[in-house]
């Protein structure tokens, strides 16, 4: 079997005194949608974050391919092709979706590619071709998720991490943004999906991950963690 796209060995990070993450482990795998789940403060967006060299890491490694990625600054991340969708969305609101989306693309030189990705982004979120020059912060909050996604996706990132897509949807958004991350995982996409939405994330997650207060406390398929008792009862309301 080829080797990770992505693992994490060790990993620890501190905001001065206080631990985020404290030993993780963590691998995906090319073409894997990968659930990355945990209460708030569990240290979900920490991990994204430390992927993405935007905080350092106080122990263990980051390998992209098997490099290390201890010293590559921030930037250079989305050139490497990891790709990251942070919570809160970030879109300019005061520009169009189409701007939005043109600007996710920013890195890139090759015009012809850049129009067949948006007219992609277009197809899998078809409000977004309607509003294309309303301005972005009049969209609802959930076509504000669909942009924002579709912006990460404009960088052709090999891994795309998304951070909390269906914080603050109504049920009916976050079973549509579900079905694109499925539709584009079915396509070959790799994903790292943090979510608390256990329910939603695993239906559609090859594996999954579970975070409390920074360490990884249970791994596995996704279906063994949708049939597992303490996961159910913690984040399903279920027992």
Not at 25 to 49: C, I, M, P, Q, W
Not at 54 to 83: E, Q
Not at 188 to 216: C, F, M, P, W
Request: net charge neutral.
């Amino acid at each position: 079997m080829e080797g990770p796209l992505l693992k994490l060995e060790d990993l620890g990070v501190r905001y001065g005194s206080v631990s985020a993450l404290e030993g993780l482990d963590l691998e995906v795998h090319s073409g894997e949608l990968v659930s990355l789940l945990g209460s708030n403060g569990a240290g979900k967006s920490t991990t994204l974050r430390a992927i993405s060299r935007l905080v350092g890491a106080t122990s263990g490694r980051i390998l992209w391919r098997g490099a290390n990625l201890d010293h590559t600054p921030a930037h250079r991340t989305l050139r490497l092709g990891i790709g990251h969708c942070p919570e809160g969305r970030r879109l300019l609101g005061r520009q169009t979706v189409a701007r939005n989306l043109e600007l996710g693309a920013y890195l890139r030189r090759d015009q012809e590619g850049i129009r067949q990705d948006l007219e992609r982004c277009y197809q899998l979120f078809p409000r977004l071709a309607e509003r294309r020059q309303q301005l972005a912060g009049a969209l609802s909050g959930g076509e504000q998720q669909m942009l924002a996604i579709a912006r990460s996706l404009m960088g052709r990132p090999t891994l795309l991490m998304l951070d909390e897509p269906s914080l603050g949807l109504a049920p009916r958004l976050v079973a549509e943004v579900m079905a694109v991350l499925a539709d584009l995982h079915q396509q070959g996409q790799t994903i790292l999906l943090v979510e608390q939405n256990a329910q939603a994330a695993l239906e559609i997650a090859d594996r999954g991950y579970v975070l409390e207060a920074g360490r990884r406390t249970l791994e596995g398929r996704a279906s063994e963690l949708l049939g597992n008792p303490a996961l159910r009862a913690a984040y399903l309301g279920t027992a």
